[in-house]
């Protein structure tokens, strides 16, 4: 079982939200790499992309999510780092990817203001793009999927939880 634990999903899948309450409840560190890429730069990411633009901004971001150095996390980076083949790797590398499965419609619900919630999304590109663009990267790239469709916070914890332990239980018995 590998030391940590990375959640991928889209803007307002509930990274943060349920990053923390996993954390709390394994008794592991909460790491929001988007905080990390702030503290690095000492920008914020709208700073950040109007600065450099979005291709200037995936740059960084792959670049501070593939030198993360942790233990016993629980890992949120911004939902586009399944743009970044070398932040990719080096998540599974080091963790257990699960991606927060939500439907554009909840995606639509939860979301407020894109730009002030830093979502990255390109000239021309509408929130549906974005989600059809990046749901087979995240299915691609996740070791496990939590489908969050009418579930709060707590509920999505529970089911994570469940299945990690389990995995730990069948690993254990391989041994």
């Known amino acids: 079982m590998k030391s940590n634990i990375t959640l991928i999903g889209m803007p307002a899948s509930g990274k943060s939200t349920v990053g923390v309450l996993l954390a709390k409840r394994l008794g592991y560190s ?19 992309i109007a600065g450099e633009g979005m291709d200037g901004f995936l740059e960084v971001e792959n670049r501070i999510n593939s030198e993360l150095d942790v233990r016993r996390s629980v890992i949120a980076p911004g939902g586009s780092v ?25 995606v639509e619900q939860r979301l407020g203001d894109l730009v002030d919630r830093g979502v990255a999304l390109r000239e021309g590109m509408t929130l549906k793009d974005l989600y059809e663009e990046r749901v087979p990267l995240y299915e691609q790239y996740a070791d496990i999927t939590v489908e969050e469709a009418g579930r709060n916070p707590g509920a999505t914890v529970d089911e ?16």
């Open 30 to 48: 909460f790491v929001d790499v988007d905080i990390v890429i702030q503290e690095k730069t000492g920008r914020l990411l709208k700073e950040i």
């Open 82 to 106: 399944i743009y970044g083949a070398e932040a990719m790797a080096h998540l599974k590398e080091i963790s257990t990817v699960v991606y927060l499965k939500l439907s554009l419609q909840e």
């Open 160 to 175: 994570l939880r469940a299945i990690l332990e389990g995995r730990m239980a069948d690993k254990s018995q391989e041994r």
